[in-house]
Every structure is written in structure tokens, then in C-alpha cells.
């Protein structure tokens, strides 16, 4: 089976490396440090499942994936993230993912993880398992797919105000936060969208249903 490992942290990935190529049945044909060199590194090495995290330092592991899912839907991801909260985990199973591994997972349940999902399975750490059948049914009552998935909920609300043309005085006033606070999700809204402009951020959240009665 050959492993596309998607991660950030070169100590990570060199030890990753170390553990699947110790498997006979696993090699490690290529490494990404950004979402943005996964199609490329898909194209080039045709891996059979993607280790993929979600913290990377251009776009959310998350949108990578769902790019991924709409080039590449043969291509199976897996998640191997520090992110263990269930916003992420929701997610990231919208978005496409095969399965979900907390980072601190042991060698041998992440050697069994990449072997179910190659094999077309779906596979969750413990600490995940139990919680994804009621995530998913909450999901569905709800009657509306997560938008802009690298964003927190937080910053949805804040992002869903600033589209109906509030600024920041009176979105803190909505949210009863600080003012100081907002600027602090704008910034970070502004980063992960990887915008410049309020107007360019308000376009990306009309396109995504936000802003909109």
C-alpha cells in the first residue's frame, strides 16, 4: 500500500515514515508540508491513502481533503490530527474523510487504520468512535451542511455578521464579546481564507450561504 503522509512537522513525518515502512506491506511514496502540494503529490505518486492532519500553514487539512474528494474520489483519506473536538471530527467526515486518528495513536492501530481504509473500510480511534453515529445524526436533524469547515463555529457567527454588513463595534455588540475579540476572529478568519479584504471575505461567505436571510 503506498502512503501519502500530509503534515507540517518534519519530526512527525520522519517518524510516521519509520513506523509504516517497518510494515512489509506499507511504503511511504511521497511527503506534503501544505494542502496546497497535495494534488501534484497525488497526481505524481498515486498513493493509496492519504495520511492527512489538519492544522496545515496554508488551508485546513479539512478543505485539502475536500478538494482532494472532488479530483481524486478514489483516493482515500485518513485523518491523523491533535484536533480531538467534535467540530473537526463533523467536519472532516463531510468533507470526504475515510477515518480519524487522534495523534499519540499507538503503531499498530495506525497500521491498521491505513490498511482498512486502503481496503475501502472506515476506521476511528476509541476516543473518536463512540461519538461519530450521534455527530452524524445531529448533522442530518440540523438540515444544514457544515460551510467553510476550516472555520470554528465562532468565527462562522462572526463571519455570517460581517456579511450582513455589520462591523465590528456592533458584531461584538451582537455576540456580547469585546470588540478587541472580533478583530481577533476577523484576523483569523482573514487567514484562513487566505483574504485580504473585508469585501473579499464577505464574497467568500455569500458563495457559502452565509450573510443571507
Known amino acids: 500500500m503506498r502512503v501519502l503522509i500530509v503534515d507540517d512537522h518534519p519530526l512527525f513525518r520522519a517518524g510516521l515514515r519509520g513506523a509504516l515502512d517497518t510494515a512489509g506491506d506499507i511504503r511511504v511514496v511521497a511527503e506534503a508540508e ?3 502540494e497535495v494534488p501534484d503529490a ?3 505518486h498515486r498513493p493509496d491513502v492519504v495520511l492527512m492532519d489538519i492544522a496545515l500553514p ?12 472532488g479530483r481524486a474520489p478514489d483516493v482515500p483519506v485518513l485523518m491523523l490530527t ?22 499519540g495513536a499507538g503503531r499498530d492501530a495506525v497500521l491498521h487504520a ?3 481504509v486502503a481496503e475501502g473500510g472506515a476506521v476511528f480511534g476509541p476516543e473518536i468512535a463512540g461519538r461519530v453515529a450521534a455527530l452524524l445524526s445531529g448533522a ?18 462572526v463571519l455570517d455578521l460581517v456579511a450582513r454588513g455589520f462591523n465590528n463595534h456592533r458584531v461584538a455588540r451582537e ?14 478568519i482573514f487567514d484562513k481564507l487566505q483574504v485580504s ?11 457559502a450561504g452565509l450573510g443571507v436571510d
Open 58 to 69: 496554508d488551508v485546513s487539512g479539512i478543505e485539502a481533503t475536500r478538494v482532494l474528494a
Open 140 to 157: 442530518r436533524r440540523s438540515g444544514a451542511a457544515p460551510v467553510l469547515p476550516m472555520l470554528t463555529a465562532r468565527e462562522r457567527e
Open 175 to 188: 455576540l456580547m464579546v469585546a470588540e478587541k475579540t472580533v478583530r481577533n476572529h476577523v484576523g483569523h
Open 197 to 207: 479584504t473585508r469585501a473579499e471575505a464577505v464574497a467568500r461567505a455569500r458563495d
Open 114 to 116: 491505513v490498511r482498512t
Open 82 to 103: 491533535m484536533s480531538a473536538d467534535d467540530d473537526s471530527l463533523l467536519h472532516a467526515l463531510s468533507a470526504g474523510a475515510r477515518g480519524y486518528l487522534v495523534k
Open 34 to 36: 501544505t494542502a496546497g
Open 42 to 44: 497525488v497526481a505524481a
